[in-house]
């Protein structure tokens, strides 16, 4: 199956710096990516949807200057939070929408966890 | 607004038994529905989705069934594996193959010997 990693896996910061979590589809090329946030025990939830080339599109109450998405290749996106605050801490994860074999669908990282403190 | 809702938290179920994992949903516009499992601390894995056009699809031991007059589907694990123990994830989506996931709440299964 496609495989979708990201980097780093976890990451502990402290308030006021910015942290750049990185999403890379491995065997095929994602001309989407979306990055969702989960708190415990609670739902994914997506923040972006990122095109190749394009600029990221933002889910309602999502601040884009503050959770700033890049798109270069067909293969990689990046999610940097910057000025990340202790309400940042959360578990992120991508997911990558290409096609892989004769499948066109999303497949997700293994996350990130994120700790500000 | 919940688009995507999975009213059960936890389920508790024995080994060999059958799982029934339930997920309604609001929108009339979603046409395809997924079921994802997820471990702490991972990334969701994609189980089996359904297109609007069936009401049934079957793979291995899960099944999933599809009411769209009720906007209801549902998963069926049968029978039943300690390994299944998991948060299980319904997932919809509008036309279009790219388009954004909407998730339910999810569902904790435990699976005892």
């Known amino acids: 199956g496609a495989v979708v990693s990201q980097h780093p896996s976890w990451v502990i910061c402290k308030s006021g710096t910015s942290v750049k979590i990185e999403c890379r589809s491995l065997?095929?090329?994602?001309?989407?990516m979306f990055w969702y946030r989960q708190f415990p025990k609670q739902s994914l939830m997506l923040m972006a949807t990122s095109n190749e080339g394009s600029k990221a599109t933002y889910e309602q109450g999502v601040e884009k200057d503050k959770f700033l998405i890049n798109h270069a290749s067909l293969t990689l996106s990046t999610l940097t939070v910057t000025s990340a605050h202790p309400e940042d801490s959360s578990f992120y994860i991508c997911?990558?929408?290409?096609?892989?074999?004769?499948?066109?669908?999303?497949?997700f990282g293994p996350g990130t966890r994120l700790t500000v403190t | 607004d919940q688009q995507v809702k999975q009213n059960s938290p936890s389920l508790s179920v024995q080994e060999g038994r059958i799982s029934i994992l339930n997920c309604d949903y609001t929108?009339?516009?979603?046409?395809?529905f997924l079921w994802y499992k997820k471990y702490p601390a991972e990334g969701p894995t994609f189980l089996i989705s359904?297109?609007?056009?069936?009401d049934k699809n079957e793979d291995g031991r899960f099944t999933v069934f599809l009411n769209k007059s009720a906007k209801h589907l549902s998963l069926h694990i049968v029978p039943s594996q300690p390994g299944d123990s998991a948060v299980y994830f319904c997932a919809a989506r509008e036309s279009g193959t790219a388009s954004k996931l909407t998730f339910g709440t999810g569902t904790r299964l435990q699976v005892t010997l």
């Open positions: 929108n009339s516009m979603f046409d395809y």
């Open positions: 997911s990558a929408a290409g096609l892989a074999g004769i499948s066109y669908e999303q497949y």
């Open positions: 359904i297109s609007s056009i069936k």
């Open positions: 065997d095929f090329q994602a001309t989407t």
